[in-house]
């Protein structure tokens, strides 16, 4: 961005049409952010790709029955052993609860979605006028009977049943009873409730964090309010164009989606702020007039905001090579967010910044002429510090980066499991666990397999016998397909005795000439998403290192430069698995992780991280023009040092944010992302970065013509004019 367009946007005039404009584009687009929620697609099945076997069959079985239909299972529990005024009770609530919204009934010509025994027994077969809620069936032992109940909500299923799973409970009171509300139903309901419930808490929370470290930053009771509304508004116009995209242009977005997108924005939004205003309190003691310092100060800050934007954008927009739908639509959603609020921190900030004059930086204000404290600060000794042997440091710091890599031998990527999902008990996962104790089966998540239905009674004779399923139901029949359902003998879905089970499954019925079977269900489903995950990462990882890279080497205009900060980045980010791994074991007792926690550590702080070699490489590129590459490197430390750290810890704080979700993936996820953050401001970028740069000196630039100009001499040059110096990127 030249000077002259940097004044335009800040002039005296100019300065009040940005004003007007993002904000009226807030205001329109902004009205839209509170319905996102009313177009998220949180259905496992839209998550995969046409091509997954699940997909396939679930398609097929939109043929047979309603595909949203979802059954919940009432688990009832007394230590001592069900009383029979219990057993009364219970039988009583059945008509009640049968009353609840979106409870369906099954007549003799529909088959639920979910087949339970009792209606494998020949309830299916009862009168138009069978009962909603079927049950009560008691476990053997006396303790623990459940109740099942088939619902539908149609497209609001997500919203629909935290509500009706509370008034559930309450029709289910029973004195001295433990009451949970568990299956397949159950379970949504729980992850449901969590995703919905926390939209706001996470907001506040993450706000709350950056404002603290905004006010240590900069010790002013004034100055953070103008970052805090300007992530505010670009999280509004973020919101509200993806609710039009997911609306009008079939963009998938999710809960998960959406509550990356909030700490996303505000940390990103942050960190561009801090930076802009960092460079534009350097040019007010440099320029008296304000306008005239904000057009220095954007004129120089804007190609490293650019540059750190865009690696996030391109890096996001690599998920669209993703194979899973919900990591596809992941990429695009918060590559708007970031591209849209990059645009924002270089336009509205600016503006309000010109526009509040010095005193918004009370009560240490920079006035004219005044010397700049970052020259003789703490990374200014840090960089005389390094400077001494920089081939030692560097040296020793990658080998302590490369220990902590060793960590991640403690990390197991295979999956979670039901009672792995939550770091809180809930009440899917311990009704499951109820039933499972004392011999009751949940079979609200059984194993489906659609056929033909002329091959229907050979497949089924192929499903009996599979290891790790029950024997099949018989084959229910609608027009030309076929539907048989076997319950894993390991009632959670998401155990790897149920993914065997799955396996070994579709290997007996494909083995079945004519029939194209296909097996889906829960089980299916979540293994199809496992198998998509890994595939993700072989074929995204190397994707986004070439575009990083390529971002790296048209910034700085070298070869071997963007090849040791994307050496330096991996090595943070395999450093930060390592750190994770041993976090993960040995303080949250959590060493599985979800199979797609890899990735996703692995795309954001990548993307992220490289943010801070970008705000540093830039300031020495620039420095290096007049002082040579080692005495430039020094400089852009100090200068930036601080900055760069307050940014750090204000990504790594609105991330870790993340970890206050009782969910054992945002959890992980979080903490991974801080840790990576914080290992990449504090020693990657500071210490790594900074001797490599002092090391090479002006080798880093090879075979750019800087190589052969001052930075490889650094003999220090007489400083040039204010008006004259050439700024980072050019």
Known sequence: MH????????????????????????????????????????????????????????????????????????????????????????????????????????????????????????????????????????????TVAKVELTQNFGDKLWYELPKTAKDIRKLSAIDGVQVYVAGFGGSIADQASIFTSFDGKLLFITLGVVILILLFTYRSPILWLLPIFCAAVS???????????????????????????????????????????????????????????????????????FASSATVVVGLLCLLFAELNSTAGLGPANAIGVAVTSVVMMTLLPALLVICGRWIFWPQRPTYGSSEPTAAGFWAKVGDTVSRRPRAVWLVTGGVLLLLCLGALRLDTAGLASDDTYTKKVDSVTGQKVMQEHGLVDATSPIQVVTKADQADAVRQAMSGVDGAADPSDPFVVGDLALITANPTNPDPLSTEAFDAVRSMRDAVHAVPGADAKVTGSSALTLDVEHANSRDSKVIVPIVLVAVFLILMLLLRALLAPLLLIGTVILSFAAAFGLSGLVFD????????????????????????????????????????????????????????????????????????????????????????????????????????TALNLDLGGKIWWPSRLD????????AAPEAPEADRVPAGV
Request: aromatic share 8%.
């Open 708 to 715: 052969r100009g001052p930075g490889s001499t650094d003999t």
């Open 586 to 689: 040995f303080i949250y007792g959590h060493h599985h992780t979800d199979s797609g926690y890899p990735l996703m550590a692995f795309v954001f702080l990548v993307a992220l991280g490289i943010d801070y070699n970008i705000f540093l490489m830039t300031r020495v590129r620039e420095e290096a023009l007049v002082h040579g590459t080692r005495r430039g490197s020094l400089i852009a430390l100090s200068s930036t040092g601080g900055v760069i750290t307050s940014a750090g810890f204000v990504l790594a704080a609105t991330f870790a944010a993340l970890a206050t979700m009782p969910l054992v993936f945002t959890l992980q996820l979080g903490t991974t992302i801080a840790l990576g953050v914080l290992l990449d401001t504090m020693i990657v970028r500071s210490v790594l970065v």
């Open 235 to 305: 999280l509004g116009i973020s919101m509200g164009l993806l609710y039009l995209l997911a609306k009008y242009a079939g963009l998938t977005v999710n809960g998960q989606t959406q509550f990356i997108l909030t700490v996303l924005v505000i940390g990103a939004g942050t960190d561009y702020a801090l930076l802009l205003i960092a460079r534009y309190r350097e040019e007010l003691r440099r320029h008296e007039n304000r306008h005239e310092a904000m057009a220095f100060a954007l004129h120089r800050a804007a190609p490293a905001i």
């Open 3 to 142: 000077r002259q367009i940097a004044g335009k946007l800040t002039g005296p005039v100019t300065k009040w049409i940005v004003l007007l404009v993002v904000l009226v584009a807030a205001g329109g687009l902004g009205g839209f952010a509170g319905k996102l929620t009313d177009v998220q697609d949180n259905e496992a099945s839209s998550w995969l790709p046409a091509s997954a076997e699940s997909t396939k069959a679930f398609k097929e079985l939109e043929k047979i029955q309603d595909t949203q239909d979802v059954t919940t299972t009432v688990v009832y529990y007394r230590k001592g052993g069900l009383t029979d005024a219990d057993l009364a009770a219970i039988n009583s609530q059945g008509a009640e609860i049968a009353k609840v919204r979106g409870v369906v009934k099954r007549g003799n010509d529909q088959l639920p979605a979910v087949i339970t025994p009792a209606i494998a027994a020949g309830i299916a077969a009862q009168s138009p006028d069978a009962a909603k809620a079927l049950g009560p069936f008691v476990s053997s032992d006396g």
